[in-house]
């Protein structure tokens, strides 16, 4: 006999109406599993996008000390940093940089007389990871007559730290995630196989094939997965939506972030076809026990 | 319909639960399967359903060795049976209607033809008036004339009931075993396991004694087999 699958989609319908419970409990373990791995892919997506974006404009500047020979400077920065792009920079120079980067702002510089800012040497070391302008910064302390060095820090070390946090973040939420979630799915298997035991026995009493008891579980089983996996990107969107101005506010490059570098369309598809995935296995698993018990 | 051959079952770590049964029932036989508790007769009911297999003997149905059945043509095999159970084994979240529907459903009848059906089938039991009541809200003989109503649906072949009047007073035991009697006057063979003797008295049909797995005897001379 061919299987109707309307009328299969009908009897998984009717029984998800029948008992909401155990669909919800369904639902929301496929939620956790997905909620979990997003924010974890989301998290990771989002500090890959910041330091890529970081490593395309990493800057170092030394800056000399009044009288300091400019020329003998750049010459030890440029072997101090070999293949880099090294300019030496006069006050003057420097000067009219800021007011073209104040731009109408630029009145404010009147008055500044020309030996204002110091002299100094740029180095442009684009793709370089943090950590090497961190070592390229302290090599160049040694130029001859260096003042002070800086690597754009402040929000550098923002980054850093965000990184660093997330990850402590994401393997204890994935650690706590993942328990929860093998809790979850072992308990809503035990409590589908249960609720329906019964019915399982009853339908193959009246002469129902495996087919015929299996589809609408498995139906179930893939409503239910994409319903909790719909609800996770949803949920995601939310955290997203929540934590970039608040990481703005820390980091102003992270204002840059959309919500295409945490939850891209691949990602989205991953994730709705893994919760799919997951209520399909899981219902296949919980009615292929029940079939064979009865 | 149905023979048996020394037919043998043995549950694993247990005693046979019947030892060679030689057995033949005709198409459109009503026939009692009597015995005390333990003899056998649940087991050999399963086994003509097709739910337990035989340890040893041959058991044809329809003409087909059950032996040779593969697992997945048992369910088809199964649409020739109704079965009726002590315990009614209704769903109770679904209403009286749809759980005479059920069998029909299996089959694949269309809407329209399922619901003649069964407002027939409950006409039938004199249950029409609770088609739309969940079966916990039923007296056990409702239940039952429900479950009667559901097995013979799809007009199957054969009629399987164990222990249909076990949890009813003797006047719904009447209701119900006139509707199994029902049946196999417009052709249904019905096999009934019961251990009431005033069944056996009341409609004077072919007895089948089991004893500890044994046939003891086979026969409507039921006063002398019991006692
Ligand atoms: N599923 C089973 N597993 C093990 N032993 C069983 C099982 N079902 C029945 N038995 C045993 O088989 C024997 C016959 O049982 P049964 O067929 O239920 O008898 P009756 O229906 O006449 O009371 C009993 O000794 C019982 O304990
Ligand atoms: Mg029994």
Redesign the interface.
């Known amino acids: 006999m061919a299987l109707r699958p309307l009328r299969a989609a009908r009897r998984a319908l009717e029984s998800m109406a029948r008992g909401p419970y155990v669909a919800l409990v369904g639902a929301a373990t496929v939620f956790v599993a997905v909620f979990a791995t997003g924010l974890f892919a989301g998290a990771l997506g989002g500090a890959e996008r910041l330091l890529a974006a970081w490593a395309g404009e990493v800057r170092v500047s030394v800056y000399l000390a009044p009288g300091a020979d400019l020329e003998r400077a750049r010459a030890a920065a440029a072997a101090l940093a070999p293949g880099r792009r090294v300019e030496a920079v006069p006050s003057e120079v420097a000067l009219s940089r800021l007011a073209d980067s104040l731009g109408e702002q630029a009145h404010v510089l009147e008055g500044v007389g020309p030996g204002a800012l110091p002299d100094a040497v740029e180095i442009e070391a684009p793709g370089l990871s943090l950590e090497g302008a961190r070592e390229l910064a302290a090599r160049l302390r040694s130029v001859p007559g260096a003042d002070d060095v800086d690597y754009g820090t402040a929000w550098l070390e923002g980054v850093e730290r965000f990184v660093s946090r997330a990850r402590t973040a994401a393997v204890f939420l994935f650690g706590a995630l993942a328990l929860a979630t093998a809790i979850l799915v072992s308990n809503t298997l035990r409590l589908a196989v249960f609720a329906r035991r019964e019915e399982i026995e009853i339908m193959k009493l009246v002469g129902a094939t495996d087919a015929f008891v299996a589809t609408p579980f498995l139906l179930e089983g893939l409503l239910q997965g994409l319903l909790g996996a719909g609800a996770a990107v949803l949920a995601l969107a939310g955290v997203h939506g929540l934590l970039v101005p608040r990481l703005a506010a820390a980091v102003s490059a992270a204002r840059a972030l959309t919500l295409a570098d945490t939850l891209p369309p691949a990602l989205v598809v991953a994730l709705v076809g893994g919760g799919a995935g997951i209520g399909l296995l899981g219902s296949a698993l919980s009615v292929a026990r029940a079939l064979r018990r009865t | 319909m149905i023979q048996l051959f020394h037919v043998t079952k043995e549950y694993p770590g247990d005693g046979p639960a019947l030892q060679d049964v030689s057995l033949e029932i005709d198409k459109g036989e009503f026939v009692f399967l009597t015995g005390a508790s333990g003899a056998g007769k649940s087991t050999l009911l399963k086994l003509i359903f097709c739910d337990e297999p035989a340890t040893a003997g041959q058991l044809l149905l329809f003409g087909k060795n059950v032996a040779k059945i593969s697992a ?1 043509a048992i ?2 095999v ?2 020739n049976i109704g ?1 009726v159970f002590q315990d009614f ?3 109770a ?1 679904r209403t009286v209607a749809e759980n005479v529907a ?2 029909l ?4 009848l269309a809407q329209k033809e399922i619901r003649r059906k069964v407002r027939g089938l409950l006409r039938s039991v004199g249950l029409e008036h609770r088609a739309d009541k969940f079966p916990p809200s039923l007296s056990g003989g409702e239940q039952q004339r429900v479950a009667v109503a ?1 097995a013979l649906a ?1 007009d199957p072949a054969l009629l399987l009931a164990d222990e249909p009047t076990g949890n009813l007073d003797p006047e719904r035991t009447l209701e119900v075993m006139d509707l199994l009697y029902g049946a196999n006057a417009r052709g249904t063979t019905v096999v009934v396991a019961t251990h009431d003797r005033s069944l056996l008295e009341r409609y004077k049909k072919r007895v089948v004694v089991l004893q500890a797995g044994r046939l003891l005897s086979d026969g409507d001379s039921v006063r002398r087999a019991v006692s």
């Not at chain 2, 459903?105 to 694949?108: D, F, L, S």
């Open positions: 997945s369910p088809f199964r649409r079965v084994k209704l769903l979240n059920l069998p459903e299996v089959r694949g559901r799809p």
